[in-house]
């Protein structure tokens, strides 16, 4: 009997929600960690990414305006979901990293354990890096953070699912909307990601996901106006791509987090600077007595 | 009838100050002489020379880095905090016993009036170093890690608005948290800085600790390029923190930017008119509006727009501008002829653009740089003086009809540094506070500053926050943990 012909899937971007093509109509072909063709994944152009700002920014005023318990709902809800989705989030980790089913399970573990970390920041960062001042006259005084804004987020290249949800969910749970490019040789975990976000309570244009090259797609990001801030991990150890594109964040000031030497060991307990990093902090005052 | 009701003159006597003819570079704990050319600092209000001035060039900004290096792994760095925290209580207490020669030292160079050198710069510069002195030995406590270390050598660049009172802002955050610093005061106002140096070797403070470097833009590019600064602490323009932004591209260093503003000052319909007059006032004329946060769009609700603006101009009138020295002077002299010109060029395409000028009747004196007290209605917000920092004396009257309108107008700007909301409606106040995209927010009042009280932008206005808790990240590694 004839071996079943696959159905061979070309992938999509995320972007507002919805699921398009590249405007481009590019896409390129994804291999697994052993260099088998796997899939297609769509290659994201700068109207991509110009259209992934617009998406983010639309859905930032609504996402920054809910109650911070209700995004740690939501951030939660997405992790249920990853639990329901094991089967396909392995499979993909082992295609794209390489893994063993075991380690592919703890990679995925760690992911959503990771996720459920930060979903719990949601209500509580504000109290921890928020305060009252007590300053020397009648006024009552208060300081707390709020999210910056936009957020261009270079995905590490190698940790595609644990590094993906480590520099997202940080951006999210203050109020952020992100615009995220991918791991270029390794996009899969994300695009199963973008299918988990589509069916959870997380609002289009939250997170929009662009799969594509960091190299020709983040510069766009980094020079455009409307993006407050830019997370560069994923050009770790490109020192003049990272030199360049903090170059073109400082035309508006982009908050920058800058590429480290060697991609990071994500297994490693999370600072409080992925969030800090993309808050800005409000101090009110108010007189007292008069 | 009859009766003279005019104000004598009341001058603040600046025998107090001793002025030399002459000042060098604050290197390794000793004045040394400039490479640079040197140039005078003069009195804005009569362009008397009032000395010459060492300029750094590129080896002396070096020396004074090593220096700085030097005394950070050598002495202050390994110093415990409750000893470093002694030192800065010990500057603080200095700063207070020669309050009143650092504020007429500070009107003299600056221009402005002894009343606010006197009653809001020297005395927030005091505080600014006894908060910052508690906080040397509390540092596990902050919330940045159990044993938060500094970062290493500070560059530090200030500007001319409120010299002495940046100095503290940069250097008391820096020296607590166990850097060493290198400060470039602005070359308008380098005189309180120096003046600072000499309280330094009066208080013994160990060589190096502290350096000065007095000059103009290249010896602050210097600075920033130096390859042995960990940290770069900026208070300017927007455009030169960009640049400062662009060259650390790609290094270590870490950086805080507290750049240019154009706040919002929102007046409701139901607000305390008369408080609401004074905290206008105050919000774009104290300092002569050259202040990033000043309150220079004043956003007025439409149906009280005609009362407010008749209070205001009347308030206006009252204004005493002049010798800034005398004790009853509100508005004293614009820093220096270059920044004159920038606030007439700004008001002149302010009125070709088609905004109504006014000000109040107002002598100005002969000699030195005035502008006075002046406020322009009709203006859009697509007006130049709506969308640029004048840094003068000059407010833009805007109008809105509802909440959402005003929030929608105030944050229509590149920049992000503060606002001020008038209303008596407590839950209103908290909304639009909530709203505005703004570091600082005052609520029915405007222009207040404490050391406790975490200051700095969102967007172009800046990043990092100086004051308070928060002020402390600043000179901090605060990366604790993975990523």
């Known amino acids: 009997m004839a071996a079943r012909i696959d159905v061979r899937k070309t992938y999509k971007l995320y972007i507002g929600g919805a699921f398009p093509r590249s405007e481009s109509g590019y896409s390129y072909i994804v291999n697994d960690a052993k260099g088998r063709f796997v899939a297609n994944a769509a290659l994201a152009s700068r109207k991509d990414a110009r259209d992934a700002v617009v998406a983010a920014r639309k859905a930032f005023g609504s996402w920054s305006g809910r109650t911070a318990y209700n995004r740690a709902q939501v951030l939660y809800r997405v992790a249920e979901i990853m639990e329901d989705r094991r089967p396909q989030f392995v499979q993909a980790l082992q295609q794209s990293e390489g893994l063993t089913t075991a380690r592919a399970n703890a990679a995925l573990d760690a992911a959503i354990d990771r996720l459920v970390w930060y979903a719990g920041w949601a209500d509580k960062l504000t109290q921890v890096v928020g305060n009252a001042n007590p300053v020397a006259g009648p006024f009552f005084n208060l300081s707390t953070p709020e999210p910056t804004g936009v957020v261009a987020v270079l995905a590490p290249q190698e940790s595609s699912l644990l590094g993906l949800v480590s520099v997202v969910a940080p951006a999210i749970v203050t109020g952020n909307t992100v615009v995220v490019v991918s791991s270029f040789d390794r996009p899969l975990p994300a695009v199963t990601f973008a299918e988990v976000l589509a069916t959870s309570d997380v609002p289009g244009g939250v997170v929009n996901l662009l799969t594509g090259s960091a190299a020709t797609i983040a510069p766009w990001l980094a020079a455009h106006m409307d993006v407050n801030a830019i997370d560069l991990v994923g050009v770790a150890g490109e020192q003049e791509l990272a030199t360049e594109l903090e170059v073109a964040a400082a035309d508006n000031l982009k908050r920058v987090r800058r590429a480290p030497v060697a991609e990071p060991d994500w297994t490693a307990s999370p600072s409080l600077d992925t969030m800090t990093d993309f808050v800005e902090i409000k101090t009110v005052w108010h007189p007292m007595g008069v | ?483």
């Open chain 2, 1 to 483: 009838m009859g009766i003279d009701l005019t104000y004598a003159p009341a001058p603040e006597s600046r025998s107090i100050v001793d002025l030399k003819a002459s000042y060098g570079l604050f290197i390794d704990g000793a004045f040394v002489d400039g490479h640079g050319s040197g140039f005078k600092t003069i009195s804005p209000a009569t362009e008397e020379v009032l000395a010459e001035v060492a300029e750094a060039d590129a080896a002396d900004v070096d020396a004074a880095v090593k220096a700085a290096r030097r005394a950070y792994s050598r002495v202050w760095s390994r110093m415990p905090g409750s000893e470093r925290a002694k030192y800065l209580y010990r500057i603080a207490r200095i700063i207070q016993e020669r309050g009143r020669e650092l504020a007429v030292l500070e009107t003299l160079d600056n221009g402005k009036p002894i009343k606010e050198s006197r009653d809001v710069d020297i005395p927030v510069v005091a505080a600014h170093f006894f908060y910052y002195a508690g906080w040397a030995d509390k540092l596990g406590h902050a919330g940045y890690g159990e044993d938060p270390q500094p970062l290493g050598v500070a560059g530090q660049i200030i500007p001319w608005n409120f010299p002495l009172l940046m100095l503290a802002w940069k250097i008391a955050p820096a020296l607590a948290c166990g850097n060493t610093v290198v400060l470039k005061p602005a070359e308008t106002t380098p005189l309180t800085a120096l003046l600072f140096a000499e309280i330094c070797q009066q208080a013994d403070l160990p060589p190096g600790v502290v350096n000065i470097v007095t000059g103009a833009g290249e010896t602050g590019e210097a600075l920033v390029a130096h390859p042995d600064i960990d940290k770069v602490a900026f208070t300017g323009s927007t455009a030169v923190g960009k640049a400062i932004a662009r060259s650390i591209a790609g290094t270590d260093k870490k950086a805080t930017l507290e750049l240019g503003g154009k706040a919002a000052n929102i007046v409701f319909d139901d607000a305390p008119l008369d408080q609401a007059v004074e905290g206008i006032v105050n919000g774009i004329f104290f300092n002569q509006g050259h202040v990033c946060c000043a309150g220079s769009r004043l956003l007025v609700q439409e149906s009280i727009a005609d009362d407010l603006l008749e209070r205001l101009k009347r308030r206006m009138s009252t204004l005493r501008l002049g010798d800034p020295l005398d004790k009853n002077t509100d508005i004293g002299a614009i820093n220096s002829a270059e920044q004159l010109a920038r606030i007439r060029e700004l008001s002149e395409i302010g009125e070709s653009e088609g905004a109504e000028r006014w000000s109040p009747a107002c002598e100005l004196p002969s000699q030195g740089f005035w502008f006075p007290p002046t406020l322009f209605t009709g203006v859009t917000q697509a007006h130049r003086i709506a969308r640029e920092e004048v840094f003068g004396p000059v407010l833009s009257v805007l109008t809105f009809r509802t909440p959402s309108e005003a929030i929608e107008k105030a944050n229509n700007t590149p920049y992000g540094l503060s606002a001020g909301v008038w209303t008596e409606k407590g839950s209103r106040i908290l909304h639009v506070a909530g709203a505005l995209k703004a570091g600082v927010v005052w609520a029915n009042t405007f222009n207040k500053f404490d050391p406790t009280s975490p200051f700095g932008g969102f967007k172009e206005s800046g990043y990092g926050r100086e004051g308070g808790r928060q002020g402390l990240a600043a000179y901090l590694k605060t990366e604790q943990g993975g990523r």
